[in-house]
């Protein structure tokens, strides 16, 4: 059973949150029926908050659902309602964009144990009244996409023609292709590997210890407390941050140069500008995102292990898909390295999937599938082109 609300749109907030003319319809959907999650725990009731662009076909065939990654969110084409900057996907989703909103229904979901309207440890739990904290069911990358799956079935999209995300919203698209077979007819992870390594569980790790060491985390209670381990957080982002660019990148952008002043300070102030850069991204970031949800989130990248899920066999995660795969990486990407992506395209090859492989030349690390890079957008177009082509829908 699921009861759905669909929140009216003022249009002096519609106004506000456009982006080059998209305009989304918010809604979320609580599902009452239990969700079986990989733990052997169920859950219930749970909501999945999501964003829609453009309108779905009568034959249902033209959905597209994008998958966010770590610290993203359901806004990904729109102005985000809490920090007003555009949607963090909005140049590649949008009319005449490579994901086209006039012709495709595009659906972005907050993931179960977000923090933005879906069901996560800051939702309040209704046998007790209070938010779940810690008592909120440890989660994996598979229990996010069964929730979207079940949003699907809500939505009548038996099958959606593609499936697209970067980075952890690349290991969503991985387990859609491999728990939902026959539902995706095409998948594009970027920027994404099918487990996650030791190095980067230890940056995890880093993370949530310095979420866990700031004294207003109250062992997970801050917000029965009514305060917010704001520190541990804004680390925890820095840290992460410097994982998403490359070195190449940092120097480009900051050098060794100091922030408005004319020479060194001899403190621990902020003397260089890559430092205040990192402050800035610690301490907005603390103003969207909830500690707690840092903590379930990265746990579940952590878990993610796509061959272990199938006898340590990589192959055996695909084997009789019918999905049509577009595999990208970025050359200098070192937390998913391009052979990575390679580990991927070599199981799909040895199923005899139908995939291609693209390694996009950028000095912008991680991030790149984030930003303006030509290459990247023209591979996302003709791979979408093509497959509508095979789906039989309307060119563009």
Not at 18 to 25: A, K, L, M, T, Y
Not at 258 to 275: G, I, M, P, Y
Not at 299 to 311: I, N, P, S, T, V
Not at 335 to 340: A, F, N
Request: glycine share 8%.
């Amino acid at each position: 059973m699921t009861s759905q609300t669909q929140p009216d749109t003022p249009d002096n907030i519609k106004d506000d949150i456009d982006v080059d003319g998209v305009s989304p319809q918010m809604g979320s959907v609580t599902f009452t029926d239990a969700l079986e999650l990989d733990n052997g725990r169920k859950l219930a009731p749970f909501t999945i908050a999501y964003n829609a662009y453009g309108e779905l076909n009568a034959e249902k065939s033209n959905a597209i659902l994008i998958c966010h990654a770590l610290t993203g969110d359901q806004h990904v084409a729109n102005r985000h309602p809490i920090t007003g900057k555009e949607g963090w996907w909005s140049l590649l989703v949008g009319p005449g964009k490579p994901i086209d909103t006039n012709r495709f229904y595009v659906i972005c979901t907050n993931i179960l144990g977000g923090c933005l309207g879906s069901t996560g440890p800051a939702s309040i739990d209704p046998q007790t009244g209070a938010a779940y904290g810690l008592t909120f069911p440890v989660i994996t990358i598979g229990d996010m996409v069964d929730a979207q799956a079940r949003l699907m079935d809500h939505l009548g999209i038996d099958q959606l023609f593609a499936v697209v995300g970067g980075s952890m919203g690349g290991m969503q698209v991985l387990e859609w292709a491999s728990r939902h077979k026959e539902r995706v007819f095409a998948a594009v992870p970027i920027a994404t590997a099918a487990w996650h390594s030791s190095q980067n569980i230890a940056f995890h790790e880093v993370g949530r210890q310095a979420v866990m060491a700031d004294p207003q985390w109250m062992r997970g209670d801050y917000l029965k407390h009514g305060v917010t381990p704001r520190n541990g957080l804004s680390v925890a982002r820095m840290a992460a941050h410097i994982t998403y660019l490359s070195e190449d990148a940092l120097h480009a952008k900051f050098g060794r140069n100091l922030q408005n002043r004319a020479d060194r300070t001899f403190s621990f102030d902020a003397d260089f500008q890559v430092e205040s850069y990192l402050r800035h991204q610690g301490s907005t970031f603390v103003d969207r995102f909830d500690a707690n949800s840092y903590l379930y989130i990265t746990r579940a990248m952590d878990y993610f292990d796509l061959a272990a899920e199938h006898g340590d066999v990589l192959a055996e995660a695909f084997r009789g898909t019918q999905s049509r795969f577009c595999v990208v990486s970025f050359t200098s990407d070192w937390l998913y390295p391009t052979r990575e992506s390679r580990e991927i395209v070599q199981a799909l090859n040895a199923v005899a999937a139908n995939v291609s492989f693209v390694e996009i030349e950028s000095n912008a690390g991680h991030d790149a599938f984030l930003l303006d890079e030509p290459e990247f957008f023209a591979t996302i177009t003709g791979f979408i082109n093509s497959c509508a082509q095979k789906r039989g829908l309307p060119a563009a």
